[in-house]
């Protein structure tokens, strides 16, 4: 789930939306996206890609 205020929350990510990319690298596991967001650092900008309601999308947030 989404946490109210989160990083995630803050980038319009919603419950039950599939991350499929991270800044243009492809996600196809949990793993690979927990070994991403690990990497990453406060101040990064993300680009965040997102299937949701049978459509992609794109989102775009600053880590706090």
Do not use: H, P
Request: glycine share 4%; no cysteine.
């Amino acid at each position: 789930s989404v946490t109210e205020g989160s990083n995630a929350s803050r980038a319009g990510i919603k419950n039950n939306d599939i991350i499929v990319e991270l800044n243009k690298s492809k996600i196809e596991s949990t793993a690979e996206l927990r070994s991403a967001l690990y990497k990453l650092d406060t101040g990064d900008d993300l680009r965040i890609k997102v299937y949701r309601n049978n459509s992609y999308l794109t989102l775009y947030v600053k880590l706090r």
